[in-house]
């Protein structure tokens, strides 16, 4: 082989960083054959130089310090595997950009509320700035918007981008047991942070829904413009009404085109039991795109994880030797803008709603009342168990309303004498 090396500085040796290298070490071969060239890692950086990686540091260059690896001259391209939005994993791929090196970044965060600049960074110094490992891990959907699909009009995607969420949501249905107790369990296995906040509350999701729009309407990544909510209020009493009416509760994040913008939005949803994304379970995610040529297409896999995450971040270092360049968000840079935004409010679709009620004459004839005052007209209601005086759950299913007049209704029925908790909504999604 006679095309020099890609030589490579990787920062971060957690789960990321040594699946990188271990995938380099292990298919070494295969990968010089494919990209024409040899994939070289020649420095690492994380911060206790001692701790046993379960993979060989020999041969590499040690920096305690990851912004050496910006300033080596010997280094072509820093793939930054720390995290967090701010700080020196920021710092490093700005330095890395200004000093003429390729960025890998598996940094969501990162990319959610930076994402534009850098881009413009990298494009202003010529280099490539690559991502796939940030969103659904294995799954190659950043190369399938900007390659695959890139004939495309995109008309929406919406997906399960966080595998924790889908954990804690599989486990409540399956074994029956509420969130909380879940939650717990599934930090005792690792699969949920000590804080779990970034994943069970939405802001996981939102980061990689903020990436995935950018790079399928090709604008700015824009954060702000995603509406959160998460998984917390969720109970096990709204799964199981979900399953008798036919559908199942996921957390999706959703990137719609419509009439007045791109609907950006992350939030429990109830989807038909016979969509191929209910049937996604576990820490597994699925991501739907549908473009006005190609129609629905639909990935799945395992969205984090030490292998899944190197094989995104190994194909990304492989495009970069082959010397495939392709705009960080599909258009270029100097192009992007921040995309229009639809706000939630006028998003307009069905929903379903749990009411806890004291069983009594009259308080639901006032219910049915505040909801004809809004407009909003009922498709089915349930009640089960029956004990005067006892509070009952009330489950209705609702034809397509606007956001803003079904917040108004459940405002108002709240005040209700007999509605003993806030009403719980949870969006029903057909994807039609
Ligand atoms: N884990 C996943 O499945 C997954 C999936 C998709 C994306 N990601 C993203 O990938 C990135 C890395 O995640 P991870 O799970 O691999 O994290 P991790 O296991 O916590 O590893 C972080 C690494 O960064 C090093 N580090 C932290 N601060 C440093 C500093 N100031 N200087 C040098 N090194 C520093 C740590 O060093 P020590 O080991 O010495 O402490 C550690 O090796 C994050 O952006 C994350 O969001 C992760």
Request: with cysteine; aromatic share 4%; hydrophobic share 45%.
């Amino acid at each position: 082989m006679t095309a020099s090396p890609l030589r490579i500085g990787i920062a971060g040796l957690g789960t990321v960083g040594a699946g990188t290298l271990k995938v380099l070490r292990a298919h070494a071969d295969l990968l010089a054959l494919r990209a024409g060239r040899e994939l070289k890692p020649v420095a690492v950086s994380a911060r206790a130089r001692g701790k046993n990686r379960g993979v060989s540091l020999d041969g590499l260059r040690w920096c305690d310090d990851p912004l050496q690896l910006a300033a080596d001259p010997e280094i072509d391209v820093v793939a930054e595997l720390i995290g967090g939005s701010d700080g020196i994993a920021r710092g490093l791929c700005e330095l890395a950009l200004r000093n003429g090196k390729h960025v890998v970044t598996a940094n969501k965060a990162l990319l959610a509320h930076h994402g534009a600049a850098l881009a413009r960074a990298a494009e202003t110094a010529g280099r490539a700035l690559a991502f796939e490992a940030a969103v659904a891990g294995g799954i190659p959907i950043i190369k399938a918007l900007r390659e695959g699909l890139a004939a495309n009009r995109i008309t929406q995607l919406y997906g399960i981008l966080n595998g924790t969420c889908n954990y804690i949501l599989t486990q409540m249905r399956t074994e029956g047991r509420e969130f909380s107790a879940v939650l717990a369990e599934a930090q005792k296995l690792g699969y949920a942070e000590a804080d779990p906040s970034f994943d069970v509350d939405g802001i996981d999701a939102g980061h990689k829904l903020a990436i995935l729009a950018a790079s399928a309407f090709g604008g700015e990544v824009d954060f702000g413009a995603v509406s959160l909510e998460g998984i917390r209020h969720v109970t096990l009493a709204d799964i199981r009404f979900a399953e008798e009416l036919g559908y199942r509760i996921k957390l999706l994040g959703i990137a719609r085109r419509t009439e007045l913008g791109i609907e950006q939005r992350v939030h429990p949803c109830m989807v038909p039991l016979a969509a191929p994304i209910a049937s996604v379970d576990g820490v597994y995610n699925a991501v739907v795109v549908e473009g006005d040529s190609v129609g629905t297409t639909v990935f799945e896999g395992r969205g984090a994880g030490e292998g899944p995450t190197a094989s995104a971040v190994v194909a990304d270092l492989l495009d970069i030797a082959r010397g495939h360049k392709i705009p960080a968000f599909g258009v270029p840079a100097a192009r992007l803008a921040k995309l229009p935004r639809a706000p939630l409010a006028k998003r307009k679709g069905p929903c379903y709603v749990r009411l806890m009620v004291v069983d009594r004459p009259g308080i639901f004839a006032a219910v049915a009342a505040s909801l004809r005052d809004h407009q909003i007209s009922m498709e089915s209601v349930l009640q089960r168990g029956r004990a005067p005086d006892a509070v009952v759950p009330v489950v209705m299913t609702l034809h397509e309303a606007t956001e803003a007049a079904l917040q108004q209704a459940l405002a108002e029925i709240a005040r209700h004498d007999g509605i003993v908790e806030p009403p719980r909504m949870i969006r029903i999604e057909t994807f039609a």
